[in-house]
């Protein structure tokens, strides 16, 4: 299986010069850390979390008052409303920007950072759109820094910046970038969500954790159940995300924490890339009257990134994985993510690829919390891999340098779509390839691109150029039982997804060729399986599927054997 040149033909334009991205900036997170994360551990630099405030006292109840005294008298400074364009002209703590500067050697501010920041550090509640790689993510840590520091918040006093994520993954990102904002601060931060220890992140919360991360139902949890848990000091709420939290069914828990955490004094930012009805509702009972929307995309003439080269390829399903394994052996020193529609399509593709001595590094959803926290750092610190996954890693990650984004099993939607993209061209000048692959049936998904303002254009691979090793897959798969029982179980899921899609007048599972389908998969023919296709699939309207989740199986189903 020697590897082949892929030659990629543009049938619009000339082929574009190699975009190898260049930025400085990494990730560098070890795995004894992202096992703390996991914990709900953060240091400041006065050392252990609490640490210097773990002084025993006669009452703790007296220790809360004097907390709850001591903040009468704090207010924050006042932030003027000019534009500014460099971090310098903020007027931030000394310790912000040698973090900032010195050590995550950002000096301009991104737009969002630019119109969100200012506003934010002066108190105002905030409902911002903006796409995925603009920044975000500091444009609400800082000020909610700046706002702990002018507080002189300390880990007796409790959090007074809860930060909520739709997701793990997303969470996790989002701590270590606040690890590297607070480097030189004293106040004390801290993650809880689902799938880690319970335990050890009550026992953290008890001794005081200033600014907290969270995903929604762990934090619930908490709210509700935690002793020693202490936040009604509350000062910010950080709601990123919004519409995937909702998206993801935890509307009834956002509802719930929004009604638990303190009102009064409380500042509150909202940010969500589309605004459905549900976020609406919950920007009503979250934010105060008047609150400022800042959108950084409607004036743009494209939704996806500036820099971003996108292009898609029309291939038969039989050619699929031929194609894909003939890209990734021609970009090995290239970073790489590859989206597939399910898990047991991305667990039998890793086993795959790693069995034939293509190293991929897989994530997706039915991974333990672990597993997925470990894999995710290893492939932010590498300089070049492939990560095949799910879209549990599509939004709002940032991964360093991603110089491909490809989508071998099409997004649910062109929502989908963007954010998958972005994991790519992040940054002001950030620069990336995507490659869409589309079957010759669903080549009506480029209307719904154009309607979205996506620009793509065709990339052709020669067939001559295409590594053939359809007949040693096919014996690899009849011989080796465990591929063949994954492989299997890839099938029947990639089915099951196909049929859920929501564009079903483009993504017809009645139109699929079994046949070309089942070599991608490396049978010979269509594997017997059971599939649950819905009784009523082509009169129900569409709905879509719950975001990081597997296609709903049971309830009104009738099983269809292939």
Not at 142 to 159: C, Y
Not at 201 to 224: C, F, M, W, Y
Not at 534 to 562: E, F
Request: charged share 30%.
């Amino acid at each position: 299986m020697g590897s082949a040149a892929v030659e990629l033909k543009k049938r619009k334009r000339s082929h574009a010069k190699s975009a190898v991205l260049k930025g400085e900036k990494k990730v560098k997170i070890s795995r004894e850390e992202s096992v703390m994360a996991t914990a709900g551990v953060g240091e400041g630099e006065g050392g252990e979390m609490g640490e210097e405030e773990e002084e025993e006292d006669d009452d703790e109840e007296e220790e809360e008052e004097e907390a709850e005294d001591e903040h009468k008298h704090l207010s924050l400074p006042t932030v003027g409303d000019a534009a500014v364009e460099k971090f310098s002209e903020l007027n931030l703590s000394d310790k912000t920007m040698k973090a900032l500067v010195e050590d995550m050697k950002f000096e301009t501010m991104t737009e969002i950072q630019q119109r969100g920041i200012p506003p934010l550090l002066a108190g105002r509640d905030v409902l911002g759109a903006a796409k995925t790689g603009s920044g975000k993510t500091l444009s609400f840590l800082i000020p909610a820094v700046e706002m702990l520091h002018s507080l002189r918040f300390k880990p007796r006093n409790g959090t007074g910046v809860i930060v909520v994520s739709p997701t793990r993954e997303l969470a996790l990102q989002i701590f270590g970038v606040a690890r590297e904002l607070m480097a030189h601060h004293s106040q004390t931060y801290g993650i809880v969500m689902g799938g880690a220890n319970r335990r050890a992140e009550a026992e953290k919360l008890s001794k005081g954790v200033n600014l907290l991360i969270a995903t929604p139902g762990r934090l619930l949890d908490h709210l509700q159940n935690t002793q020693g848990f202490i936040y009604k000091n509350l000062k910010a709420l950080v709601i990123d995300e919004a519409d995937r939290i909702l998206e993801a069914g935890f509307e009834d828990e956002m509802k719930q924490i929004v009604k638990v955490l303190p009102k009064d004094d409380r500042q509150t930012m909202l940010f969500s890339a589309t605004q459905t009805t549900k976020v609406e509702d919950l920007a009503r009972i979250s934010l105060r009257p008047g609150p400022l929307y800042i959108n950084v995309d409607h004036k743009k003439e494209h939704s996806t990134v500036e820099g971003l080269e996108q292009g898609y390829v029309v291939c038969d399903s039989d050619k699929r994985f031929l194609l894909l394994f003939s890209f990734l052996k021609r970009n090995l020193k290239k970073k790489i993510i590859v989206f597939f529609s399910s898990c047991a399509c991305v667990k039998y593709h890793a086993e795959l690829l790693n069995y034939i001595d293509l190293p991929v590094l897989d994530l997706h959803g039915k991974q333990k919390q672990q597993k997925r926290t470990n894999t995710f750092f290893e492939f932010c610190n590498a300089k070049q891999g492939t990560l095949i996954c799910t879209d549990v890693a599509a939004r709002g990650l940032d991964i360093p340098d991603v110089d491909w984004v490809i989508q071998f099993d099409p997004p649910d939607d062109p929502t989908d779509y963007i954010h998958r993209v972005g994991r790519t061209a992040r940054g002001s000048n950030g620069k990336g390839r995507s490659l869409l692959f589309l079957q010759p049936s669903e080549v009506g998904f480029l209307t719904h691109l154009k309607t979205a303002r996506i620009p793509v254009v065709e990339f052709e691979f020669p067939a001559a150029k295409i590594v053939n090793i359809q007949s040693q897959l096919s014996k690899l798969i009849a011989q080796n039982y465990y591929l063949n029982k994954s492989a299997k179980e890839g099938y029947k899921s990639y089915l099951q997804a196909y049929a859920s899609h929501s564009l079903r007048s483009v993504f017809d599972v009645g139109k699929l060729d079994l046949v070309k389908v089942a070599k991608s998969f490396g049978f010979d023919a269509p594997p017997r399986v059971d599939i649950n296709i819905s009784a009523g699939m082509k009169d129900t309207a569409p709905k879509k599927r719950p975001y990081g989740s597997q296609p709903r199986q049971g309830g009104n189903y009738k099983q269809r054997r292939l």
